[in-house]
């Protein structure tokens, strides 16, 4: 079982786009197949930069597409119930025990409520997850209608990932438009977000630093 299994695994489509969908309705940003790509995309580089074995890169993509496809059943404990769903469809793969269990605790670890990282899998998909912040995860709609979480991330017009060997460091880099957005806006939503990203980081042998207009704040 490789990640492009994954991705054109029928079922598992049709979980992203029907929790997608749910979201939509209940008001949340892009939850489909765009962010799940980005994330395994970004996982996979953190852990390919930080010298961790191609088996690893591979579970870390497969992990990270499948980790929102709980939100089709509710987004209240949607990584628990992701993780439920992926340990049935991935018993149908070749894939190990000890690789399937791999995954599907990482999915149920990386929701800030109630996770947090426990290997350098789950790691590496919460640094991932948590920092897909982008103006065009916010759905089409009349900009007099965003909520919070809508500006927060229409706000930011730049973001980079930087993962640095020799400094040991995963710093995020934004550029947010404070005409949009406040800066205590963003954390008010983001704060947790950020300090998961730096237990993460530091369970995989480096710090985790946030930069917003050219400022350090993390």
């Given at each position: 079982?490789?990640?492009?299994?994954?991705?054109?695994?029928?079922?598992?489509?049709e979980?992203?786009?029907?929790?997608?969908?749910?979201?939509?309705?209940?008001?949340?940003?892009?939850?489909?197949?765009?962010?799940?790509?980005?994330v395994?995309?970004?996982?996979?580089?953190?852990?390919?930069?930080?010298?961790?074995a191609?088996?690893?890169?591979?579970?870390?993509k497969i992990a990270a597409?499948?980790?929102d496809i709980g939100?089709?059943?509710?987004?209240r404990?949607?990584?628990e119930?992701?993780?439920?769903l992926?340990?049935?469809?991935?018993?149908?793969?070749?894939?190990?025990?000890?690789?399937r269990?791999?995954?599907?605790?990482?999915?149920?670890?990386h929701?800030?409520?109630a996770?947090?990282?426990?290997?350098?899998?789950?790691?590496?998909?919460?640094?991932?997850?948590k920092t897909?912040?982008?103006?065009?995860?916010?759905?089409e709609k009349?900009i007099?209608?965003?909520?919070i979480?809508?500006?927060?991330?229409y706000?930011?017009?730049?973001?980079?990932?930087?993962?640095?060997t020799?400094?040991?460091?995963?710093?995020?880099?934004?550029?947010?438009?404070?005409?949009?957005?406040?800066?205590?806006?963003?954390?008010?939503?983001?704060?947790?977000?950020?300090?998961?990203c730096?237990?993460?980081?530091?369970?995989?042998?480096?710090?985790?630093k946030?930069?917003?207009?050219?400022?350090?704040v993390l």
């Amino acid at each position: 079982m490789k990640y492009e299994d994954i991705r054109k695994n029928t079922e598992v489509c049709e979980l992203i786009k029907k929790g997608n969908e749910n979201l939509g309705i209940l008001g949340y940003t892009d939850h489909s197949q765009a962010h799940c790509t980005v994330v395994a995309k970004q996982a996979a580089r953190i852990l390919k930069k930080l010298g961790y074995a191609e088996d690893d890169i591979e579970l870390v993509k497969i992990a990270a597409f499948l980790h929102d496809i709980g939100n089709a059943v509710n987004r209240r404990s949607h990584a628990e119930y992701g993780a439920i769903l992926a340990n049935e469809i991935l018993k149908k793969t070749d894939l190990s025990v000890s690789n399937r269990i791999t995954i599907v605790s990482a999915i149920g670890h990386h929701d800030e409520s109630a996770g947090g990282a426990t290997d350098a899998i789950s790691a590496a998909l919460i640094i991932a997850d948590k920092t897909d912040v982008r103006r065009n995860r916010v759905r089409e709609k009349p900009i007099a209608s965003f909520d919070i979480h809508d500006r927060v991330n229409y706000a930011v017009t730049q973001s980079k990932l930087k993962i640095d060997t020799e400094n040991k460091v995963i710093a995020l880099n934004l550029q947010i438009d404070e005409n949009i957005c406040t800066m205590y806006e963003y954390f008010d939503i983001f704060l947790g977000r950020m300090m998961m990203c730096r237990k993460a980081a530091e369970l995989l042998g480096v710090k985790f630093k946030l930069t917003a207009n050219g400022s350090k704040v993390l």
